[in-house]
């Protein structure tokens, strides 16, 4: 219960914070949080093959359309300019949250319970994942997600796919961001001596 109030609560605060961030980007980050802390609690409920599609299409594919949308409606506002190295100092903390997650991984998999074969969690019996016709499994996921879920699932897929040609258009508009050709070249001509600048440094 401590660890499901725990992953409540930061459900909740990542929400919040994703509706009320100023920037895109950081919007973006919180939800990253949120569909993260969703995914740990999958796994607390036995649905390993849930957890795991949560961080492969939504932390993976859906993040990262979200991030070109941002890239592609802010891109020509303005002129490109580098700005200061983070890298080095994120590598250390990178790296630090990365094996606190396999420690922290490895210690569950290696204390890990299996079920009783003969509990049941909503009269669907329980047993080692992967196992057909228990609570979570693959097969039993594939077979409601094509049978009983096809025409959510096939809406699903049909949103997704106008989002991206939303996107396509959106960042396709031909209208020049600069009222004259000469100011178009001097925006180009700060562009090419701000990377210079950057490669520089």
């Known amino acids: ?18 509706v009320s961030a100023k920037k895109p980007v950081y919007s973006v980050v919180a939800l990253l949080l949120h569909f993260t802390a969703l995914a ?3 796994l607390m409920l036995d649905a390993e093959f849930l957890a795991v599609i949560q961080m492969i299409v939504y932390s993976g594919a859906i993040l990262i359309l979200f991030l070109f949308v941002i890239a592609l409606l ?10 200061q190295n983070k890298l080095p100092k994120i590598a250390a903390p990178a790296i630090a949250l990365v094996l606190i997650a396999l420690g922290a991984l490895t210690y569950g998999v290696a204390h890990a319970v299996a079920p009783v074969a003969s509990a049941t969690t909503a009269g669907v ?21 094509f049978t009983t879920y096809l ?21 396709g508009d ?13 925006v180009r001509r700060d562009m090419r001596e701000a990377i210079v600048r950057g490669g520089d440094r």
Not at 125 to 145: H, I, N, Q, R
Not at 153 to 169: D, K, N, Q, Y
């Open 40 to 42: 740990a609690t999958y």
């Open 125 to 145: 019996p329980l047993g080692p994942p992967g196992t057909a016709g228990v609570f979570g499994s693959v097969a039993d996921f594939g077979k409601a997600l």
């Open 174 to 186: 031909r209208t020049p961001y600069v009222s004259t050709e000469k100011q178009a070249r001097e």
């Open 74 to 83: 802010s891109s020509g506002v303005a002129p490109f300019a580098m700005g």
């Open 151 to 171: 025409l959510p699932f096939e809406v699903t897929a049909l949103v997704l796919m106008v989002a991206v040609i939303g996107v396509i258009l959106l960042a």
């Open 1 to 18: 219960m401590l660890a499901f109030g725990i992953l409540a609560v930061v459900l909740l605060a990542s929400a919040i914070w994703t």
